[in-house]
């Protein structure tokens, strides 16, 4: 009788408790996000094609909507060269154009913006990557038992210190400083979690970066861990890139503004 009795007090808890509960979740006005990362796939090419992405940041469990900028434009702070990016589709967001590859990997660009009149700008310098040698399916698995292991080469550039950034598709990103290889050809398995099906194209991007972005790059992956959508969304933490507000301090962008050769290489899934 006392455990008839308990049960029914434990189902009295159960059903007693469905009332919603309210949860003010932290908010803050919009923040211009400034997606900036310019890769340079063939630095002997005439002309480069330049795209930034530029959007709002919004609360939790809402996507960020696109931004119309008044003004964005790069300029080569040795030649005062410039190109101004347009905005080709309405309220896409995405400003795009066309400059010279020269003057985009030779020396210090700014890249200036200007939203609700206020001027938000950040400098970079161009940073050379290296080749991928070889991607390769591996058949290791780590906890579940259905990972999908890629087997990635590539041979650290010699003479230097270097950083670098993996994008391994499906929004997916890796840092790597060159410490523990410098100057020697490297070999690490990368882990897919998702049960990739046979057939299936991976496309792998190696970029050059410096050791700011590298950092600013290291502490996004680590908030978006878990997460499907990629470190480029509104993180749990604000994580401050290089951009600077110049009309207003405290209202600074996030994002930030990278001038990355890359080098790519692909693999079916067996």
Known sequence: MKKLLFNFFCLGLLFGCQETISVDLPTEEPRLILDAIIRVNDPTQVVSAIDVKASLSSSFFEENVPANLTEIRLTNNSSQNLVVLTQEEEDSGVYSGLWSTNELINGDITLTAVYNNEIYTAETSYVPSTPILNVAQGDKTLFEGNETEIVITFEDRKGSDDFYLFDLDFSQFLVSEDTFYKDQAFTFSYFYDNNLS?????????????ESFYNYMNLLILQSSGGDQGPFQTPSTTARGNFINTSNNANFALGYFAICQTYSGSIVIE
């Open 198 to 210: 046979a057939g299936r194209e991976i496309n792998i991007t190696l970029l050059g970066v410096n």
